[in-house]
Nanobody, 121 residues
């Protein structure tokens, strides 16, 4: 089974940017998603991308600020986060599922360990 490893999290000030990476241990032939979970809140889908990269979906609150992309040659999915806000603070996870619909529904059997993003005011 493919393993996913997130990186790129950190502590930034509001308005700054971060780029998260999700590296797979093998070839990614799956739809991919970035999710986040803040303390005391449910996990939510932040962005999703189809296997070929032709379809993407975003949480309304990040539209225009975040961009999901993938490099299948490098087995890596990215989340570029610009104009970060305090409310973006959370642990960010990537996940893989063959079916794009399941990524949109938060259903996946392959998850990374998460990377912390903290945005200060």
């Amino acid at each position: 089974q493919v393993q996913l490893t997130e990186s790129g999290g950190g502590l930034v000030q509001a308005g700054e940017s971060l780029r998260l990476s999700c590296a797979a241990s093998g070839s990614i032939r799956s739809a991919m998603g970035w999710y986040r979970q803040a303390p005391g809140k449910q996990r939510e889908l932040v962005a999703a991308i189809s296997r070929g990269g032709g379809m993407t979906n975003y949480l309304d609150s990040v539209k225009g600020r975040f961009t999901i992309s993938r490099d299948n040659a490098k087995n890596t999915v990215y989340l570029q986060m610009n104009s970060l806000k305090v409310e973006d603070t959370a642990v960010y996870y990537c996940a893989a599922n063959f079916d794009y619909k399941d990524i949109l529904l938060g259903r996946s059997d392959t998850w990374g360990q998460g990377t912390q993003v903290t945005v200060s005011s």
